[in-house]
């Protein structure tokens, strides 16, 4: 069966720090990849996307990277961290965009 | 972007009455797809319709999908208290692989 794993599930980060996310799917091949942003209470605010190793999309301009080295591993990525990058960080798959997709248990990231 | 707009944001009803969600997109799609989220924790599929289809069942759930009016509701019937969650629409990219979700329903079942 597959399974998605997120981590870490908690972060706390100082202002201008560097970030690394990571995401890793079990029991496919090929899928595709998302990252999604929270904030608190609110909706999700897709970050990027990736259909393949090296093809990345990129929904929203910011000071935020996405990779995909691996097929099955999706990292997010930042130089340096801003306040308003706090939120909740959910990366998901899905075998196609006209499949269900799947989400891990998400990082709540704090900026300090 | 959002894609979709959820109404209400928040909805409280007691246990055991419908709960009705309203999902609103603004581009063409492919199919529209229902999730539920608990507190902190990650989003879980609760149904699919396609672009081709109105109406869609999966046990007490009932999702309608109105192209023209580029617009679904999810129904929730004999609703119970393990109901409460945020649920959120979301829609394809219709011809690419971007998957776009709402705004989200605070849906809070009383006891």
């Known amino acids: 069966s597959q399974t998605i794993h997120q981590w870490p599930a908690t972060l706390v980060q100082p202002v201008g720090s560097p970030l690394s996310l990571e995401c890793t799917v079990e029991?496919?091949?090929?899928?595709?990849l998302y990252w999604y942003r929270q904030a608190a209470g609110r909706g999700l605010q897709l970050l990027f996307y990736?259909?393949?190793?090296?093809?990345i999309s990129s929904e929203v301009p910011q000071n935020l990277s996405a990779s995909r080295p691996q097929d099955r591993q999706f990292i997010l990525s930042s130089k340096k961290l801003l306040l308003s990058d706090s939120g909740f960080y959910l990366c998901a798959w899905s075998a196609s965009v006209n499949t269900e997709a799947f989400f891990g248990q998400g990082t709540r990231l704090t900026v300090v | 972007s959002q894609q979709g707009e959820e109404d209400p944001q928040a909805l409280s009803i007691q246990e055991g009455e419908n709960a009705t969600m309203n999902c609103s997109y603004k581009?063409?799609?492919?199919?529209l797809q229902w999730y539920r989220q608990n507190s902190g924790r990650g989003l879980v599929h609760l149904i699919l319709i396609r672009s081709n289809e109105r109406e869609k069942h999966s046990g007490r759930l009932r999702v309608t999908l109105d192209t023209s009016k580029k617009s679904s509701s999810l129904l929730i019937t004999a609703s119970r208290a393990a109901d409460t969650a945020s649920y959120f629409c979301a829609t394809d990219g219709y011809g690419n692989e971007k998957l776009t979700f709402g705004t989200g329903t605070r849906l809070t079942i009383i006891p």
């Open positions: 990736s259909v393949g190793i090296g093809q």
């Open positions: 029991g496919t091949s090929n899928p595709n």
């Open positions: 581009t063409s799609i492919n199919n």
